[in-house]
């Protein structure tokens, strides 16, 4: 069983930073691409962003792209999510997920293709 524990989130001010870490139990996350998503009140959950298991490829939501960095250091068994020039629309629940298939790398950014999942952690962008 893999357990991920989110935090870093709170509030902000539009315009602002903030960094979001991700921490996985076990030994075998530097095998496994990870993902981070979001949920604002009355939504579904969205993709955000994802890098593969080494850390060398990235991919991003358009919404995000340009303003938000993920990165991932296996070392610490940590994904980040540094968020720029954030914005009011960025309020929501973040969650970092793990991807389900060891050594492999999807894009498409569907739910579906995670597994393990974090309880979240509440961004507030105020204008």
């Known amino acids: 069983q893999v357990q991920l524990v989110e935090s870093g989130g709170g509030l902000v001010q539009a315009g602002g930073s903030l960094r979001l870490s991700c921490v996985a139990s076990g030994r075998t996350f530097s095998s496994y691409a990870m993902g981070w998503f979001r949920q604002a009140p009355g939504k579904e959950r969205a993709f955000v962003a994802t890098?593969?298991?080494?850390?060398?490829?990235?991919y991003y939501a358009d919404s995000v792209k340009g303003r938000f960095t993920i990165s991932r250091d296996n070392a610490r068994n940590t994904v980040y999510l540094q968020m720029n020039s954030l914005k009011p629309e960025d309020t929501a629940v973040y969650y970092c997920?793990?991807?389900?298939?060891?050594?492999?790398?999807?894009?498409?950014?569907?739910?579906?293709?995670?597994?393990?999942w974090g309880q979240g952690t509440q961004v507030t962008v105020s204008s």
């Open positions: 890098v593969s298991w080494s850390g060398g490829y990235t």
């Open positions: 997920a793990r991807q389900r298939i060891r050594e492999s790398w999807d894009v498409n950014g569907s739910t579906y293709q995670y597994d393990y």
